[in-house]
């Protein structure tokens, strides 16, 4: 369903420099797959969602995909401050979607009472699961979520987490999310990809076996810490 092939990505520094960030990245994201993207902070992970979004094209390489729809959450909520909550959600359906069920999407979110309420209304926390609704509002095939349970306390973010996991399950979307969380990543994902290096490349591509138990995941979280140490802490 989605191929990336990123062979690199610079950035111009104010000198006229050139900074290689990403380097010889590839992977692909068949349906039903919910793939995790780690590494440290300021590593490349947003970069590589935004190339694989279309939003970057300056980049060596090609993105490839079969079509279908794409539903995406970035770090920033991105709300429209003048539209209510329900407006925010009708505002990314375009002709020939079909029309999203918002009271229906806010449940899910665990937030039924604030369609009618506008963005400055809302905590972070509280902006950030209606972006996650509005990510689901055009019934995507692909799924792009950037640190979508950041500023949720973790009983939330498993919640939200699960609502991932179901719809993926539903659907048959393909997920691909950036996370810090190592321990929610093995719960929720299928495949792990762990960005490392400067430039950044792909370190790691390593399956989650299905329906792994708590000790499975333990010993896999032991493994990836041990071979990189940023995974042991907040990345």
């Keep these: ?56 094209e300056a980049f060596d390489g090609e993105v490839r995909r079969d ?11 991105r709300l429209l401050p003048w539209l ?11 002709e020939g979607m079909p029309q999203p069920d918002i009271a229906a999407l806010l449940e899910m979110v665990r937030l039924p009472k604030v369609g009618a309420l506008h963005p400055r209304q809302l905590s972070l926390g509280m902006a950030r699961r209606v972006a996650l609704a509005r990510a689901l509002a055009v019934s995507p095939d692909v799924l792009v979520l950037d640190e979508p349970f950041a500023s949720l306390d973790p009983q939330l973010a498993a919640a939200l987490a699960d609502v991932v996991e179901r719809w993926t399950r539903d659907t048959g979307a393909a997920v691909l999310l950036a996370t810090h ?38 010993a896999l979280h032991a493994t990836l810490v041990g071979r990189f140490s940023f995974l042991g802490s907040s990345v």
């Design 1 to 56: 369903m989605l191929d990336v092939r990123i062979g690199r990505k610079t950035y111009v520094a104010a000198d006229g420099s050139q900074l290689v960030v990403l380097h010889n990245i590839a992977f692909s994201v068949a349906r039903g797959e919910v793939i995790a993207l780690l590494g440290p902070s300021g590593i490349g992970k947003s970069t590589t969602l935004r190339i694989l979004l279309g939003l970057d």
């Design 67 to 77: 079509g279908g729809r794409t539903g995406v959450m970035f770090q920033e909520p």
């Design 84 to 94: 209510t909550v329900a407006a925010n959600l009708r505002l990314v359906v375009t």
């Design 181 to 218: 969380d190592l321990v929610q990543a093995l719960q929720l994902a299928s495949r792990v990809l762990i960005l490392a290096g400067a430039p950044a490349t792909l370190a790691a591509d390593v399956a989650v076996p299905p329906g792994s138990d708590a000790a499975t995941r333990a």
